[in-house]
């Protein structure tokens, strides 16, 4: 009989390829590794979800860094976000996510996944946004997306 995951991941796009790899890390320090599941309804030309139209990340940060330019402080990231969902945002979490923006380059880095300067155009991003290396995360976050599939393979138990 196979054993029951100790994760499910439901859907396969960019959140549960970063919960795949995270879950397994976290239950890793404690003991032995989560055995985790990934179910997703798309065919595999499809998987990864809408990260295939996703060019840049917005991240927080106080001071230029590596790919990032000038500032980006936590309150103007706020108050972006407030605007863009005129105000439906719940404050407590949405600080969560943009303080945890600080770090998430390094993390998505050591995951495979790389990061170019910020492209000159009619968007100016290079301040507020790290951009994927190769126009988007079809050629960046791919690499995340597949460790995340080979740790959900590995630990359900079924190889590949
Ligand atoms: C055109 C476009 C451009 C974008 N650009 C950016 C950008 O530059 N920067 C940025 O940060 N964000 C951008 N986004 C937003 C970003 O792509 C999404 O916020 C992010 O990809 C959402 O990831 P997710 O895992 O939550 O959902 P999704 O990527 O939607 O993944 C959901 C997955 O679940 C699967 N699924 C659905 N129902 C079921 C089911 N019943 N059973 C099993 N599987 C199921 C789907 O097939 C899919 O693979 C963009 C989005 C679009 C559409």
């Known amino acids: 009989m196979t054993a029951l995951p100790d994760v499910l991941l439901i859907g396969g796009g960019n959140a549960a390829l970063c919960a795949a790899p995270?879950?397994?890390?976290?239950l890793v320090a404690g003991g032995p590794g989560a055995r985790v599941l990934l179910?997703?309804?798309?065919p595999r030309e499809w998987r990864g979800g809408n990260s295939a139209h996703t060019r840049s990340i917005p991240c927080m940060h106080d001071t230029p860094q590596d790919v990032l330019t000038g500032a980006y402080p936590e309150e103007e990231f706020w108050q972006d976000l407030h605007k863009v969902t005129g105000g439906r945002t719940d404050e407590a979490l949405a600080r969560?996510?943009?303080r945890g923006?600080?770090?998430v380059r390094g993390w998505m880095h050591r995951h495979g996944v790389r990061f170019q300067p910020s492209l000159s155009g009619t968007l100016h991003l290079s301040r507020t946004n790290a951009s994927f290396?190769?126009?988007g995360?079809?050629?960046?976050?791919?690499?995340l997306h597949r460790e995340g599939l080979r740790e959900a393979r590995a630990d359900?138990?079924?190889g590949g």
């Open 101 to 103: 923006s600080q770090h």
């Open 39 to 42: 179910l997703e309804a798309a």
């Open 137 to 143: 995360l079809r050629r960046g976050q791919q690499r």
């Open 156 to 158: 359900n138990g079924r």
């Open 22 to 26: 995270t879950a397994r890390e976290a």
């Open 96 to 98: 969560l996510v943009i």
């Open 133 to 135: 290396m190769g126009g």
